[in-house]
């Protein structure tokens, strides 16, 4: 059986699969009212999740690149989750890949790790409170979630490392980078407001003025909210995603430490003053888009002038905090041309 499919529907789906064009994507339905030329997008979510299934095509690209999944236990009530290498290899340098909020680390980091594998040994892991991350300690600082991810690298014996944090994981990149030095070799910075601070709130730096809007945005615990979120993530948001397919993401990827998760956001901004924030020593590439909603563009120019000329500052035309999501391509030629060229 061959079905056709809607203009739109095959939109949603190449945004819902991310499977390479000369692939074939075969789906085996069970409802007989499937069975007909054109399908109505509801009924078939009830017969299976979209997000599950994407979830299971990242996976199967990190498997195929040559990624395996670990547990740690740090053994204080910590426990984290990371893609490491089947097999690393001594002739490559080592690379670290850290996600921020919205869906998870395979979503975050899956476009790239293609272009990435065969220059690195490339290490994922889940943040706390992430994935099949957690932690029964009451830390919620960007620093802790640092000391654990360098703590999950020794128990790896990764020595030296440059790193890669997006959004959130910027954040705690930086942190990494100004708590080990000698281990951090490289940083790229990729739209993440490190230089902000608490008072950025109220003067109406952000589209939103509370952190706990903030919260209820990057949480989304409704399809309304899930698109508002999509509408400050991407330069030209998915248009026409059904509430059933919104509540299936949301049911898989926000459902799951919600409390924690909005401690971790209360904390960003907390007490946060420039002057206080460290310099680091290592070369840095700052790379933002110029229409990022999230955190604006003025972020950017701010951490550059703050780190001076150990940084480099890319900005990336018509495109929006997920400018890796919608130019992957383009922000790999940077950190080519950072990591690899250099």
């Known amino acids: 059986m061959v079905l056709k499919f809607t203009q739109k529907n095959k939109q949603l789906l190449q945004w819902l699969f991310p499977i390479p064009k000369h692939h074939v994507l075969l789906v085996a339905y069970t409802r007989p009212e499937l069975h007909s030329i054109h399908f109505n997008l509801g009924i078939l979510m009830s017969c299976f999740s979209f997000t599950a299934t994407r979830d299971w095509c990242y996976r199967s690209i990190f498997t195929k690149s040559g990624l395996r999944s670990t547990i740690t236990d740090l053994g204080d009530g910590t426990v984290i989750h990371c893609w490491v290498p089947k097999t690393r290899k001594e002739s490559k340098p080592n690379l670290l890949l850290i996600h921020g909020f919205g869906a998870n680390a395979l979503w975050q980091w899956g476009d790239l790790i293609p272009y990435l594998v065969p220059y690195f040994n490339v290490y994922v892991p889940d943040l706390l409170f992430f994935g099949d991350s957690y932690t029964t300690r009451p830390e919620r600082t960007e620093s802790f979630q640092a000391q654990c991810v360098m703590r ?49 709130l109220e003067k109406g730096l952000f589209k939103v ?78 790379i933002w888009g110029d229409q990022d909603k999230v955190f604006p563009v003025e972020l950017a120019h701010r951490l550059k002038r703050h780190l001076g000329e150990e940084a480099q500052l890319v900005i990336i035309s018509n495109a929006g905090h997920t400018f890796i999501i919608e130019k992957p391509k383009e922000t790999f030629k940077y950190l080519k041309s950072f990591l690899i060229d250099n």
């Open 209 to 286: 003025s509370h952190i706990e809007d903030a919260a209820s945005i990057l949480l989304p615990q409704t399809p309304e909210k899930l698109r508002e979120l999509l509408s400050y993530t991407f330069y030209k948001p998915p248009r026409g995603l059904p509430s059933c397919l919104l509540n299936d993401f949301i049911q898989v990827m926000c459902t799951e430490f919600v409390e924690e998760r909005k401690d971790l956001i209360r904390a960003i901004p907390k007490d946060r003053k420039l002057s206080e924030l460290p310099t680091i020593p290592q070369p840095t590439l700052i």
């Open 152 to 200: 999950v690298m020794e128990a790896k014996s990764v020595k030296k490392m440059s790193l890669i944090g997006l959004s959130y994981g910027g954040f705690v990149g930086y942190s990494m980078a100004a708590q080990f030095k000698e281990a951090i070799e490289r940083v790229v910075i990729c739209g993440a407001g490190v230089c902000l601070e608490e008072k950025d």
